[in-house]
T-cell receptor
């Protein structure tokens, strides 16, 4: 079946450092979505990318969708303690179905 | 109102019990989802309802029985569960607009099967 892998599994940074998580799908995707889940919380939608090579920014967060529509990345500039959580990419395959990536857990120390 | 509500927050049940999880949204979304999430794992899709009809069943065991009474409500009926079914059960909803179906999740029901 389809697999969506993320690396790294876990990253611990000092506040102010940058952070990047990478997402790779075994199949071509119709779209990629990113979610953040705080400890003890539920996934919260961040953004959706649809076009090949698309780049979107939300304040300190930059999202990219690969040219082949099989990979994506999320980059956070100058992390803050409020960025703590697990970041999931989720690959859309059509018909409202999402396959969540394995997730990257981010810990930020002040 | 961008909230998805789920009840109960926590549920402990024995393997012979029958219980139900409930989910409600008032965003006018016509797709609703059930996910199962184990600790430190991603959410796994179980069921998708589109326009109140079951459109996706990810080969979920029959001891889980979904129901969509109307466009705002989604239930998950549980019967004869196993301890390995203990997990966080998340409900989500979304619009149905081509490729744009960002999902809004509820807080989840934390289920423990004893």
């Amino acid at each position: 079946g389809q697999q969506v892998m993320q690396i790294p599994q876990y990253q611990h940074v000092q506040e102010g450092e940058d952070f990047t998580t990478y997402c790779n799908s075994s199949t071509t995707l119709s779209n990629i979505q990113w979610y953040k889940q705080r400890p003890g919380g539920h996934p919260v939608f961040l953004i959706q990318l649809v076009k090949s090579g698309e780049v979107k920014k939300q304040k300190r967060l930059t999202f990219q969708f690969g040219e082949a529509k099989k990979n994506s990345s999320l980059h956070i500039t100058a992390t803050q303690t409020t960025d703590v959580g697990t970041y999931f990419c989720a690959g859309g395959t059509g018909f409202q179905k999402l396959v969540f990536g394995t997730g990257t857990r981010l810990l930020v120390s002040p | 109102d961008t909230e998805v509500t789920q009840t109960p927050k926590h549920l402990v049940m024995g393997m012979t019990n029958k219980k139900s999880l409930k989910c409600e949204q008032h965003m006018g979304h016509r797709a609703m989802y059930w996910y199962k999430q184990k600790a430190k794992k991603p959410p796994e899709l179980m069921f998708v309802y589109s326009y109140e009809k079951l459109s996706i069943n990810e080969s979920v065991p029959s001891r889980f029985s979904p129901e969509c009474p109307n466009s705002s409500l989604l239930n998950l009926h549980l019967h004869a569960l196993q301890p390995e079914d203990s997990a966080l059960y998340l409900c989500a909803s979304s619009q149905i607009h081509g490729q744009r179906y960002e999902q809004y999740f509820g807080p989840g029901t934390r289920l423990t099967v004893t």
